[in-house]
């Protein structure tokens, strides 16, 4: 499978942005669905935006919806997540991943995702 790794999380006050990227390596994403998820400390791992392998067709959870962007490049085999107007409920370890189906919709199911980045730590100050 395809192996992914996150960067760009940080800390950044209240109202800020922060961007994530997601390098993938082992073989091309172009054919893949993508997602973000994040999970904070105690709490299980949620969905937060969804892309279609060709670009174009998103999907995000209600609580970013409007603030938050997801994007792909398949030509340099990258995903993006711009993050604006941070609050501090959005503090959490963000994930990309990869929708390990061959077919199918855009999914906020944690379980149709095959593929994961290690993390990347992102804290909202008030």
């Known amino acids: 499978q395809v192996h992914l790794v996150e960067s760009g999380g940080g800390l950044v006050q209240a109202g800020g942005s922060l961007t994530l990227s997601c390098a993938a390596s082992g073989r091309t994403i172009s054919n893949s669905n993508m997602g973000w998820f994040r999970q904070a400390p105690g709490k299980e791992r949620e969905f937060v935006a969804a892309?279609?392998?060709?670009?174009?067709?998103?999907a995000y959870a209600d609580s970013v919806k409007g603030r938050f962007t997801i994007s792909r490049d398949n030509a340099k085999n990258t995903e993006t997540l711009q993050m604006n107007s941070l609050k501090p409920e959005d503090t959490a370890v963000y994930y990309c991943a990869a929708d390990s189906r061959l077919w199918g919709r855009i999914t906020m199911r944690v379980g149709d995702y095959g593929a994961w980045g290690q993390g990347t730590q992102v804290t909202v100050s008030s």
């Open positions: 892309i279609r392998w060709s670009g174009g067709t998103t």
